[in-house]
């Protein structure tokens, strides 16, 4: 649905507002865009005049109302687009008019017909710049961040940002916040942005929309001192770039087999078939012993918590999961096994400089070990270890232990009353200040699946807070056609949430994900102790009952989806 195009009256009169000398610069800056790297931008110092911008500034700290929004994409301070700003009937909207001229001169001469000309020339737009106003104030408090994307919605056809933060105190590189702009290889972004721009007051960034082309970011602010502030907005054009459908990053989040997102999921690989518990079995609340051989309980024994191997624990468990679709169980290893694992855990990020590290490469530690930083950041940033029982990363034994294990998945089968066939498994690890996982369309499945994390994280209350990020939240995927506002998601996205499992050292959680639920690591914060790390298993489960006439493994998945 196309959004209604705005367009408040604009003043001709821009005096007072630029420096006059920056707008005389149009045809001259265009070089300067086309020279950009890693994509065609243009960066201009000294936007406004300075008592302008003072003006304009302490207008936004002191009247403009902004709205906290969080999302698996972002986490900032947003007020109303600006194009509301406009005479009307709405008494609220035309007191605060009268609260704010600076904001609404500066608005309206973005959008005169004298600056748009200046764009025009400063990015090289062949195409005409309409006068609809698209514009709002981000404030991005500690923790605020916004990861990659490529801008294109609609008819966007500039992106600019103007930096309202303080002008008497400099930013500078420890407070983050900056504008990271992404290298493509057939349009797919790298996993590290190359070019890092500080939100420096006064300055504007422009670049022409490209689908596919002009991947960027907001780095998390690191700093209570001030707050990032900046207007951020687009020129539009009266149509849509060539390409927005096909290989933007919007697209990628969508429905569309035809797009390219540079991250597939595996297939999945068949359970031993000594592994897979005969149809219907699950559902007898038989003991232990009877459900595992004394050779699988007995290494269950030695790598699982006692209170989890007894008939009584594994019936409640059974309950719980069977009422929720879900269960944490804490504690849930041996506590040496565990802490064996997490002191490990610990001493990689130690050697990598987490946390405190901004450089979010592949560090020499995990490459020794075979890890991988896996991409494109639109959708994914974290490393993947292998599973391998001769690695000396021990969450990569332990994975290999449980894995290969027949007792692993007639366990699972056991605590839920599901059947696992086949699986697909990862070691992940998702470092502070760098790595986070995207809802996105094409990991919706075909039928139920049962999802496994095995969690290891240092302790900390902002887990559970969630105001650290790491916390691992399922939610009902939209109608493709709704994706739109802000980024890609609205307003109303935080309430799309089903279910949030905050990081917890040495939990295991089991979730029945149907075909209609997406998932998400939220962007673990700068300021969290340490990695989340984690055995992700998701696991295909017999619920037609394919391979034998009994209906009850379809009924008991069919009231997990309700």
Known sequence: MTPDIKRPKVEKDIDGVFNETIVKQGKD????????????HVALQGLMEDSFLRKVVAESKEHLEATFKETDLFKMYQTLDLANFVECEDEAIMELRKKVPGIIKL?????????????QEACNVKEKLTSRVDMALQAYSNGGHLLCHDDVIGTRAVSFIIYLTDPDIEWTEDMGGELELYPHEKNIPSAIPTKKVLPTSNSMIMFRVQPGVTYHSVSETRTDEI??????????????????????????????????????????TPLPQNSVV??????????????????EFSFLSTVLSTEYLTDDSVARIRQQFAKDGSVQLRNFLKKEVATNVLTQCKSF?????????????????????????????????YIQY???????LQISNLASKLLDSTAWPKYLSL??????????????????????????????????????????????????TGDIGGFECFIESEDSQQIAAEVYGTADDAENDLLSFHACNNTLTL?????HMMKFVKYVSAAAPGSRWDIASVFQIDCDGSDTEDEEMEEGCEELEE
């Open 29 to 40: 800056l265009g070089k300067q865009h086309d020279e950009g790297t890693p994509y065609k």
């Open 107 to 119: 608005r309206d001469a973005l959008y005169s017909d004298k600056f748009r000309k200046f764009v």
């Open 227 to 268: 707050p990032r502030l900046s207007l951020q907005g687009w020129f539009h054009a009266d149509s849509p770039p060539e390409g927005a459908e096909q290989i933007s990053s919007l697209a990628m989040l969508k429905v569309d087999d035809s797009v390219n997102h540079g991250c597939s999921l595996p297939d999945f």
């Open 278 to 295: 005969p149809s219907g079995s699950q559902h007898d609340l038989k003991i232990l012993s009877e459900f595992l051989s004394e050779q």
């Open 349 to 381: 990020d130690s050697e990598e400089g987490f946390p405190g590290n901004s450089d979010c490469s592949l560090g020499e530690k995990s490459k020794s070990v075979g890890g991988v930083l896996l991409a494109p950041p639109v959708v994914r940033r």
């Open 386 to 392: 292998p599973i391998d029982a001769e690695n000396e």
């Open 415 to 464: 605590v839920t009353s599901l059947r696992p066939l086949a699986g697909r498994h990862e070691v992940r690890r998702f470092r502070p200040g760098c790595d986070y996982t995207v809802g996105y369309h094409k990991m919706l499945e075909a039928d139920t699946r049962l999802d496994v994390s095995l969690c290891f994280a240092p302790e900390s209350e902002g887990w559970a």
């Open 511 to 515: 979730v029945a994900r149907d075909e």
